[in-house]
């Protein structure tokens, strides 16, 4: 099957990128390394090619937008503010999730989810099929470009380009503002632990937004960011991963999303084994978890208790650039999910020590911005 291709393909191969496949797309994965494309966003900043993400939109009347969504999703949709975004799974029947997405509020009649590059089809398909009334869900992702703009120094470089100050932004908040004569959708929310931006344009505003923020960027350190770097900041940040740390099975409790899991007065998909599983703990539970010694761990490593009794697996891992140790999330029996459990990875045959992590692994500066 052929990969899709972003708009901005021809300049990633330009700038020297190493291209792979990814969710059925051709992207980057690489310019010209990925510890130091990584190192520059965690002290400088990174962009990143976003655009194979989807934006579906979903218009109509408030009652209806919020039946379709608070029965669909495991977080509280009504209480969102104009302007807020927020975390949000979308469930399916028994449970699992079709996809973690953010929900963007424009007003009480139109709203706007932000899906995983291989999942937005499936998203927008799950939505129709319960849309009721004026509802109406339309996948836009054809019409929309997506940039990521991270790191402690984004905030200025954006404003520069921007010609106006974004401190009125708050963290997991967006605005629309004016640029070359179109409306775009600037939002304070990212993928890596760092301060910044997902900018919303047109295609071809995009494919300039790109240059126009590499050339202003550059004396500050900016640099594009492929999928390499990419995964290293997530995991970094604990961020889960569709199809390693969440999928259609696992509830957003055992995926360690719990957080974003409320109660609601309409029940949503697979209401009372998700409650269940936050009020009485689940079986298994997603966590992160260091290396306490020399190795790397990668993806689907066994993990066993000190008694070498199986309780789980690695779901993503590598060594990180900032910490410069072994790092990943683990999906582990519930027993040993507790913060500096010792667990023992097997890698290439030997069982190597390492604790569980419940904190992020690194304190970014996404934390430093108050809005």
Known sequence: MDLQKTALNEKHRQLGAKMVPFGGWDMPVQYTGIIQEHLSTRTDAGLFDVSH???????????????????????????????????????????????????????????????????????????????????????????????????????????????????????????????????????????????????????????????????????????????GARDTLRLEAKYPLYGHELNEEWSPVESGIGFIVKEKTLPYFGYERILSDKKNSPKRKIVGIQLEEPGVMRENYPIFAADETPIGKTTSGTHSPSCKVSLGLAILDFDYTKDQTEVFVEIRGQKKKAKVHLSPFIKGSVRNHKG
Request: aromatic share 10%.
């Open 53 to 227: 993400m989807g934006e579906i939109f979903i218009t109509g009347a408030s009652e209806d937008i919020l039946s379709l969504l608070e029965t669909l999703t495991c977080n509280t949709v009504s209480t969102m503010k104009d302007g807020q975004v927020q975390y949000n799974a979308v469930l399916n029947e028994t449970g699992g999730l079709v996809d973690d997405v953010t929900i963007y509020k424009f007003s009480a009649e139109k709203y706007m989810i932000c899906s995983n590059a291989s999942n937005y089809p499936a998203v927008t398909k799950h939505l129709q099929k319960y849309q009721k009334g004026t509802c109406r869900v339309e996948d836009q992702s054809h019409i929309w470009h997506q940039l990521a703009l991270q790191g402690p120094k984004a905030n200025a470089i954006l404003e520069s380009v921007l010609k106006q100050s974004l401190d009125p932004i708050a963290y997991y908040h967006f605005q629309e503002i004016t640029y070359k004569s179109e409306t775009i959708i600037v939002s304070r929310t990212g993928y890596t632990g760092e301060d910044g931006f997902e900018i919303y344009t047109s295609v071809p505003l995009g494919l300039q937004l790109w240059d126009t923020l590499l050339q202003e960027g550059k004396s500050s350190g900016l640099v594009p960011v492929g999928l």
